[in-house]
């Protein structure tokens, strides 16, 4: 048995047309709003429904579109910046899991000062941890991968060091999700499938953890149990709001399981690619995902042959081996479904690069390694990265 320790004070709010309610929250919570949005937002009618609407309830604002994907430490410190001189009490961010990273360190450094990569978590460095709250923080998310909505995480790159790192800390859990999958339906097919992949392996490492218990393992698989049902379908026709609401809720629910579980493996080989290539943080799950379960089996046998169950029910009532060996050939057939076919090499990194891959790895996201399922060693990492080359 394990003891069980749940914390999670964010307000979540989702359904079609919950946009509605942003003016409302944000009015309960300050009177000037930092707005920090995606770029791809910038005169839309989303955009200024949403800026009308804060307007109505008596609530001021800044706006902010610098936000790349990766978001870059130095940009979010500019924002912070802005934010200060502006005086704004809230912070809003609305995008994908770029611009909300962004508006979480920003939240935080407002109160706390400094700079965000002083927040990140690195091994053998010294970390700032903050003493106080973060200002209060509305995110609104327009895919549906990150699960930043429902994490104390805030992923930031460093590009001067060819580093990324991770805010891990409670002062940074939203204040309100407000979650509306009609805002993602416009979203390409192929950054809905990217996007997936990273929701299905935000519940599946959250599931294999070492640091697991009962109650993320039922978080998780009902993450699981939506994204094989719908992500197909939210690939084929985007405006299939049932296929983008099971998405939406899948993600959530994946970045909650994470935040009380924590990442494995294909977060702790994900992550460093973005550093060295800037690739989508769903491309560099997806790429060595499969690659990661082949490897790791026959550990975590049990776990890996009930999620292929979900995957394939005719597999139920076959041995757990069998099942479990599956897994990897069910998910190959999912890339090629949704249209996936991703690599580290054709994302840019380069063999010489890997050594150094393999030390951030090991200084950035070790408590990732850690909580896999079967012992890594840097070895294996190596032998991994060459594997998904």
């Known amino acids: ?154 992923v930031i790159n460093n590009p001067s060091l060819k580093r990324k790192c991770t805010i891990i800390n409670p002062a940074i859990y939203p204040t309100v999700s407000l979650i509306d999958p009609a805002l993602m339906t416009s979203i390409p097919p192929l950054s809905t499938a990217l996007t997936g992949i990273d929701t299905f392996a935000h519940a599946f490492e959250a599931y294999i953890s070492k640091n697991s218990n009962d109650w993320t393992d039922t978080i998780a698989l009902r993450s699981i149990e939506l994204f094989a049902r719908s992500i197909r379908a939210a690939v084929k026709d ?41 690739a989508p943080h769903g491309g560099t799950l997806a790429a060595c995902l499969v690659q990661i379960i082949e490897w790791t089996l026959p550990y975590g046998e049990e776990k890996f042959a009930k999620v292929a169950e979900i995957f394939d029910p005719s597999l139920v009532g076959k041995s757990k081996a069998e099942q479990a060996a599956a897994l990897p050939g069910l998910l190959h057939k999912l890339y090629k479904d949704i249209g996936v076919d991703v690599s580290f090499g054709g994302y840019g990194l380069k063999e010489e690069e890997i050594p150094a891959f393999v030390d951030l790895a090991y200084t950035a996201f070790k408590q990732d390694i850690d909580g896999h399922p079967k012992p890594t060693s840097r070895e294996d990492v190596e032998q991994l990265v060459h594997q998904c080359m």
């Not at 770029?98 to 360190?105: F, L």
């Not at 709001?241 to 629910?253: G, K, N, T």
């Open 1 to 154: 048995m394990k003891d069980i320790m749940i914390s999670f004070p964010t307000k979540v709010m989702i359904g079609d047309g919950m946009l509605k309610n942003l003016g409302e929250q944000a009015g309960s919570l300050g009177k000037k709003a930092f707005v920090l949005y995606d770029p791809f937002l910038k005169g839309s009618a989303t955009l200024q429904a949403i800026l009308d609407d804060l307007k109505a309830n008596g609530v001021s604002y800044t706006e902010f579109d610098d936000v790349v994907p990766n978001p870059r430490n130095t940009t979010i410190d500019r924002g912070a910046g802005i934010c200060a001189q502006e005086k704004c009490d809230v912070v809003i961010g609305i995008g994908g899991g770029s611009a909300i990273d962004s508006a979480k360190a920003i939240a935080l450094v407002m109160t706390n000062g400094g700079t965000c990569w002083e927040y990140t978590e690195r091994q053998n460095e010294y970390v700032h941890r903050p003493e106080k709250p973060a200002l209060p923080l509305i995110v609104i998310p327009t895919t549906a991968g990150t699960g930043t909505e429902a994490t104390p995480c805030s």
């Open 238 to 278: 985007g405006s299939d709001i049932e296929a983008r609401y099971d998405m939406a809720l899948a993600c959530m629910l994946g970045g909650w399981s994470i935040a009380q579980a924590g990442v494995t493996l294909p977060h702790a080989l994900g992550q460093p690619l973005s550093a060295f290539t800037d």
